[in-house]
Each structure stands twice: as C-alpha cells, then as structure tokens.
C-alpha cells in the first residue's frame, strides 16, 4: 500500500516542487512573447464602479477614464505632470487665480461633433451638481462658488439695492459674495452664533447660488475661462484629473446613468468603449475621430479587472498579459521578481504614516511623538517592506523636482529616550524609566491587512526594544476603522496612508490645512495655514516651493503625525511594452503606449523616466 | 405530495424574509458606510449622497422600500456599481456560477459514486485503499491550496489551460475551475457511497436477493445502489446549493465573474442592495434544494411516505 501511494504521490509532488522553484537566471518574468497586431492587455485591479469619470473614484477607474475620455491637459507619461490636451494652451493671472484655456480647434467627441468650451462649462457644472453627488467635487472647491453650490449654499443680497453681502461685510478682507448653509437649520445656528452675521444678513433676502454663478465660463466656442477662490498654482495639474474631463451632454440627458453602456457612450479620448463585461473585461478601441488619432499606435487595450495577487501573476507569468497596475506582486515573490528586468520600481506619490491622537495624553505632549518617532529605524522599516524607500519628511521623496524638502528628524535613540524623560517619564536620578509610561493608554490600531500588520509589529518591536515600551496592536475591518480613526477614538496612535492628487508637496501639506476632515491628529494650527497660504499666494515657483518646505519643517516640528515610507511603484510590464514608464502615479497616458515586435528595441529594464 | 411541496414553498416566504430582515439590520448595525475611504468626505458632499441614495430618510422608511422592492422581485439599483440594477448583476453571475458548480457537482457526483461503490463492493482491496486515501486527501486539502497547484502544474509548466479568467461555456478556461471545485465533493461523495454501500450490502434483503440467485452486478446497481445511495442525496442538497451560488475562493482564484466575488465585495463594499439580493437569492436556493430533496426521498426510498 505504502509503496502505492509512493508510485502515484511521488512523481506529481516531485513535478509540482520542481515547478515552484523559480528560474533565477531567466532575465524576465515568464513568457515573453508579444501579442499579434497593437493590442495591449492590462490588468487594471478592481472592477470598476463607474465608467463615468466624474462619478468614479478609484485608481483602476481613472486608468480607464484616461482611456475613454480627456480633459484640458494630460499627464505626461515619464513625470506625470500636467501637458496640453484638448487645451493647447493656456494663460494664467498674476495671482494664480484664474486661468483662460485655449481649446483646440480640431477636439471632436467620438460622435465627430466638436469639442467646445461650453462642453466643459456644462462638465464642469455636471460634476458640481448637488443632485450627481460626485464624491470627487471637493477637487474643483478652488472654483469660484463651486463649494457653494456643491453643498446647496445661498447668497446673501439686499432686496432693494440687488447688492450681495460680502464676506468682509462680516470678517476677514474678501471680497467674495457670503455663502450660507442651505439648509435653514445649520443657518440658523451660524447666525445665531455670530453677532456680526446677524446684522449682516438681517431683513436680506436669500439667494440659491446657481449652476451659472461657478466661476466657469466660456468666453467664445474655444476660449474656457476659470476663476478660483483662492491662489492655486497647481490648478493647470488637476486639470488632467478624471475629474475634469470633457462629458457628452448628448448621451447624459438621453441615457440617465446608463450612458456609459457600450450603445450609449460617447467619448472624448484617444478610444471608444468596445465591450464591457463586468468583472471580466472592458475592451477599447483606437477612436478614428480623436483630435490626435495619427499619435495613437494601439488599436485596442484590454484592461481585465483582477483582485488576486497570485491570479495576476500567474496570468503575467504564462503571458496572458502585458502589464499590470501598481502594488501587483505578492511581497513573499519580491525577492526574486525585483532581480527581472521587467519590475518596474520607481517612488510612488504615495505615502505610509501614522497619525498621533494629539487630543489625549501621553501623545498630546509633543516630546513624546517626537521620541516615538526618532526611536522607528526607518531605513530598516524600508529595506523590510522591500518596495518602500524610507521617509523622514511629510512630502514623498524623489517626486517633486526642486521642491527643498525639509528632514524630519533621524532616528536617535538617545535622544528619544532624553525627549520622553524631560516629558516626565524619568526615575529619582532623572533617568528615563520606561516604568513610568502609562503605556495602557497607547496602542497602534490599523485596517486589517497582511502587510498593514507586518509594518505595526514592526514599529511595535521597535519601540520595545529602543523605548522599553509594548504597544499593543489592535486592527479593524477597513470601514469600521474609518469611522474609529475620524473620531479620534483611537488611543495614541493609528495607521494612515495618503496618494496625492497631483504633482506638487501642497497635495500633501493641505491635509492638515482643515481641523477635521482627513487630519485624524486633532492638531490643527493657523499659523500653519498662513504659511501654505503664503506659498500659494508667491508667483515665482522656486520661492513657493521654498515656503512649502518651510510649513512642512513647521508641520515636522509639531509632529503629529509618524512619518513611515514613501511607497513603490511595484508594478510589471513584458519588454515589448513601450511608452509606459514607472511615473510616480503609475498613471499612463495611453496614446503613447505601443507593443514593439522588433525584439532589438525592447526595454531591457525600467524604461529611462527623465523627461 | 402537491399539499407537502405548496407547503413547504408557503413556509419559504417567512423564512427568506427573516433572512433579510437580520442582513439587512447587520449591513445598518456595521460601522461605515459604502463611500467612505480613507480620504474622508467633506459633509456637504456626504449628504448629497445621502440624499441621493434616500439614506437621509427614517430608518423604517427604508426598511418598508427594501420589503416592498423585494416583494416585487427588485432589489434596486447597486450603490457600488453606478446604474447597474441588481437583478441584472445576478442574471450576469448566476450562469457562471451555475455553469461552473453543477459541472463540479456532476464530475464528482460521477467519480464520487463510482469509487465508493467500488470501494465498498471491493471492501479492503487496492482499489479499496487507494481510492479511499485519494478521498482523504481531497477533504484535508483545502481548494486555495489545490487550484495555485492545478495552476503550476498545467497553466504554468505544461500551458495546457489558461491560470486564470473566464472564456464562457464551453471552453478551456473551465477545466481547471471545475476540477479544484469538485475534488473536495467528489472525495466526500465516495466516502459517503462507501459506507452507504457497506451498510446495505450486508442488510437481509441483499442477502435474499443473492440467495435467490441473482448476478452480483444485478444486486449492486439494482438493489444496493438505491438505498446505499440515500446519504449521497441527503448531502446533494445543500452541496449543490453551495456550489450553483457560488464559491467565493474559486472564483477569486480563477477571477471568475461569478455570484461568489460580488458577494465578498458586496460586503466589504457595504453595497446593501446587492448584499440583499445575493442573500436572498441564496436562500431561496438553499431552500429550494433542501425541498427537492425530500421530493426526491420519496421517490427512492419505499419507507418514506407524504
């Protein structure tokens, strides 16, 4: 019997073990045999839950955005920074305040009507719309009036004289109409709360702010003009946001929410929707009418919705696809796929950190978040996690050219224990005792994940072994913890991860611009907010920057939050593969991708991503 | 017969409804909501959706839509997956899910059957040993350790079968599917035809019939078989039940577009109408098999009467 089961056993678990030794001296990952003809395969991670770009939310659906449709710029595909598109140009004021976009004459939808300026005025519009309830609308909140009317808000105005109540009729020095809550209730209690805004507003009529008062509009068929609230010079690089792209009025008022479907879709982009299989594919094809159709070299993309690691990688490895999204490798494949010559790693405009609950002691005492944070070896944390670079600053690093970036301070485990025996946790000699840290009221709550997990026990071990101190772990299911972390209802510290929306440090540094909201810290200070609001305000881009990186040394300095990793790309492409580089958002501007069959010409390596 | 089965579909109703109404409180009583992520919302943009999705009205308002929406057989519109309804994601899935779970069902049901009834006729024989640790093996290896080894061995080192996604029905994309999710069923239905089998070959009636002289062949598929087999069909219920609504493993590690996927997703999505229509459909499944088999019990076995 024992020799039977030998016979039949033997031999398959002989293969399979054979199997899963990976071949080290292949130079790539599996099959490298490039697709017939100028189709690309792509996996582009979860399904997605709109094909509307200004509905949907998500990393996977912006890629598939970028396909269908496209706005006033584009990303450029090595850096990621904003580039003309269906604007050819544009001007800018001395203030950053309001941009004139001059649209090209030669832009049509797929339908081959053109694109004009008053189709982006009404996207624009749509987008803001309180009844379309886009999650992404806080994006255009710099346009004049959009947060108003997003939110339902009314204007103030005298009855007899038609004249609006200005904001600096009630604070401050704008110039700008005052908005009020909608709702009569939240009005109420604002006026009730402030005197001045009583006076104000008594015996005035209320005015609904309009889709036509945002600050929108088109000054003929290809001249698009906008105007802010405030300064924002990275406004041209949100432009290329999903966000704002061009979206047919025709379809929409004809179709309602399904004018995404196949039959129904009209696009803007370099592709028109083929085939869409939820959870199994969506296929595009190369759109004849596109502005600049003859720059297009792929005739169609398959983008596969895929949400297992090992899934994806087997499909990659037996040269079902070409290319996958970012963050595809399972960490225990790393240390053999990072030696191939098809990884692609490269800083992410990503960060990892940990937010401090500054509300509640010992963390509302600033010399105890600054030892914690000196006692992480991050350089250490980063050669663990393996596709991370180590952080010290708040801003990712390597993304932004010229920005100064301030360090945070290093890791010194001397001087974190000096730090936690001034804030009081010392013996009868003035020594630290890592005794008298009330460490019952600190543990380190994140989202259960795998990898969530690996980073707390490593921090954890940290802070054992150089502070004496056990933080005990506690993780959540992702949207409880939301919730939990939003409250502050987490003692000490919690798990934050942030992607920035473009190429600039501000979509970092405005996290802690508002108390509320995405800062989880309760730490919030004006003084801070000057200084951002200084930097937005100066017009030479290398003195701006340097403002920048002075409120980010102040932000470093108060420390509420634990600076971890700047994230990897880590993601794959076969080496015929081209015009698709490692940019810091792994987002890729379609129409310059390619499948080259001249196997002389491939990548042997990461793709050069210097401009 | 009819007055059993009019019966049994009536208690249904109260049943499903039950299942809903403690779905639907879990979905309300967990913390989150499906917008939020980890960038959080400003307020005026989180009513808006509330607005729009009717999560601003009293909770028994809702409540009442959910029963009435359900009692007309529409589950609604899927708070995750903009403009899709409900009822067209399940029209979507179930035939994958369908297609690959009875296939599973059928092969193991074949092979299954076939080696217990061997096993049992051949009692303590190679064949008898063999197969039975071939079953052995099927129920301790679970199918996320099963389906990557099918992978490696015949998409990644032999290309017989693609690893993974779906090419519809029939197709090569099946096999590897079908084979991880019918192993741990085919392996169960053998032990169980075996010992089935065993008992009943040694009952008085087996015994008669040999006495009297008829071919063992005759006696096994004939006579045994029948009530060697009631176990089988005892499990086939709720097996077949949890293989035609879906196997959430499977179909994530083949990325097969069926109900099992949406049905992890729907949740950690908190996308409540597509999480009650999964349910309910489920429920209604489980149900309907649990009757068919006791339809079928009077038909097989002689001492069943309704």
């Not at chain 1, 405005?510 to 003084?527: E, L």
């Not at chain 2, 989150?32 to 400003?42: D, T, V």
């Not at chain 2, 599973?104 to 096993?119: D, E, F, P, Q, R």
Request: hydrophobic residues 45%; glycine residues 8%.
């Amino acid at each position: 019997m024992k020799r039977l089961t030998l016979c039949v056993l033997g031999p398959a678990l002989a293969c399979l073990s054979g199997c899963a030794a990976p071949s080290t001296d292949s130079e790539f990952f599996g099959k490298v045999e490039p697709p017939e003809g100028q189709v690309l395969r792509y996996i582009s991670g979860s399904e997605p839950s709109t094909l509307d770009p200004q509905v949907g939310t998500g990393q996977p659906e912006a890629r598939i955005h970028m396909t269908l449709f496209e706005g006033l710029t584009e990303y450029h595909p090595k850096t990621t920074q904003p580039i003309p598109a269906i604007a050819e140009r544009w001007d800018v004021n001395d203030d950053s305040s309001e941009f004139v976009f001059h649209l090209r004459s030669t832009a049509r939808w797929s339908t081959g009507d053109p694109i004009t300026a008053h189709d982006f005025v009404y996207s624009l519009r749509r987008g803001l719309d309180p009844a379309l309830a886009a999650q992404n609308a806080y994006m255009a909140y710099y346009i004049l009036h959009a947060q108003g009317y997003n939110e339902g808000g009314v204007f103030v105005r005298d009855s007899r004289t038609r004249a609006f109540v200005l904001q600096e009729d009630v604070s401050g020095d704008s110039e700008l109409r005052l908005v009020l809550p909608g709702s009569e209730a939240a009005r109420e209690k604002q006026i009730a709360e402030d005197p001045k805004l009583r006076a104000a507003v008594a015996g005035k009529e209320l005015v609904p702010i309009r889709a036509e008062d945002i600050g929108v509009e088109a000054l003929d068929d290809h001249t698009l003009r906008i105007t802010l609230t405030q300064p924002a010079p990275f406004f041209v690089g949100m432009m290329a946001h999903h966000f704002f792209m061009a979206v047919p009025r025709a379809a929409i008022e004809k179709y309602g929410v399904r004018w995404t479907q196949p039959d129904h879709i009209i696009t803007s982009g370099a592709f028109t929707l083929k085939e869409w299989r939820p959870y199994d594919r969506i296929v595009v094809a190369r759109n004849p009418l596109y502005w600049d159709a003859a720059a297009v070299r792929l005739d169609e993309i398959r983008f596969y919705p895929l949400e297992d690691q090992t899934t994806m990688m087997n499909l990659y490895k037996a040269g079902a696809v070409d290319a996958t999204y970012n963050h595809t490798v399972p960490a225990s494949w790393l240390p053999i796929i990072k030696r191939m010559k098809d990884y692609m790693d490269a800083p992410e405009i990503a960060i990892e950190y940990y937010m401090f609950n500054t509300t509640k002691p010992p963390m509302n005492d600033k010399r105890v978040r600054k030892a914690f944070n000196m006692a992480v070896d991050k350089e250490a944390l980063a050669r663990f996690r393996v596709v991370a670079k180590p952080l010290t600053a708040f801003t990712p690093e390597g993304i932004f050219p010229g920005y100064p970036q301030p360090q945070g301070d290093p890791f010194n485990v001397a001087r974190a224990r000096e730090l936690l025996a001034e804030a009081g946790f010392r013996d009868g000699s003035g020594q630290y005792d890592p005794g008298t840290f009330p460490a019952r009221d600190v543990e380190l709550l994140y989202n259960t994940s795998e990898s969530n997990r690996q980073v707390a026990e490593f921090v954890q071990a940290q802070w054992k072994q150089n502070l004496g101190i056990t933080v005990p772990l506690r993780n959540m299911e992702f949207r409880t913890f939301l919730v939990a972390r939003a409250n502050l209802e987490y003692k000490g510290v919690a798990r934050a991860g942030w992607i920035g929306d473009y190429i600039d440090p501000y979509t970092f540094l405005d996290i802690f611009s508002t108390p509320t909201g995405n800062n989880g810290t309760g730490w919030w200070d004006p003084a801070y907010v000057r200084m951002l609001e200084q930097a937005n305000r100066t017009l030479d881009p290398g003195q701006r920057y340097e403002l920048l990186a002075k409120a980010e040394a102040y932000l470093l300095d108060v420390q509420p939050m634990l600076p971890l990793l700047t994230r990897s790309t880590d993601w794959m492409k076969k080496p015929y593969v081209k015009g698709m580089y490692p940019n810091p958002g792994t987002m890729h501007p379609w129409k310059f991708v390619y499948i080259e069959h001249d196997p002389a010409k491939w990548d042997s390596g990461m793709p050069d991503s210097r401009p | 017969m009819f007055r059993f089965i009019v019966r049994r579909l009536l208690v249904t109703i109260p049943m499903v409804l039950v299942v809903l109404t403690l779905t639907w409180s879990l979905i309300r009583l967990a913390p989150g909501n499906f917008y939020s992520g980890e960038r959080a919302l400003p307020a005026g943009i989180e009513r808006n959706i509330r607005e729009k999705y009717g999560l601003d009205r009293p909770w028994y308002v809702q409540y009442g839509k959910m029963i009435g929406n359900t009692a007309r057989g529409d589950f609604g519109t899927s708070l995750r997956y903009e403009g899709q309804t409900v009822n067209e994601i399940l029209g979507r899935t179930i035939p994958v899910s369908a297609a690959i779970g009875i296939m599973a069902y059928a092969l193991a049901l074949v092979v299954g059957v076939t080696a217990g009834t061997i096993a049992a006729v051949r009692q303590n024989s190679r064949f008898d040993y063999g197969s039975m640790t071939f079953a052995m093996l099927g129920i301790s290896m679970p199918n996320f350790v099963l389906g990557p080894l099918l992978v490696l061995l015949f998409s990644l080192t032999l290309y017989w079968f693609p690893p993974a996604r779906w090419d519809g029905v029939p197709s090569r994309s099946m096999v590897l599917p079908v084979l991880t999710l019918s192993a741990i069923y085919m392996a169960y239905i053998a032990r169980l035809a075996r010992a089935g089998m065993l008992e009943v070959l040694r009952s008085d009636y087996i015994r008669t019939a040999r006495a009297k002289g008829l071919d063992e062949r005759h006696i096994v598929i004939r006579h045994a078989m029948r009530g060697g087999l009631l176990p089988v069909l005892s499990f086939s219920g709720p097996a077949l039940a949890i293989l035609v609504t879906g196997t959430v493993v499977v179909e994530r590690i083949f990325a097969l577009p069926g109900v099992g996927n949406y049905f992890i997703n729907a949740n950690l999505n908190r996308d409540e109408p597509l999480v009650l229509g999964i349910v309910a459909f489920i429920s209604v499944v489980i149900l309907c098999f649990n009757l068919l088999v006791d339809v079928a019990y009077g038909f097989i076995d002689p001492r069943v009467r309704y």
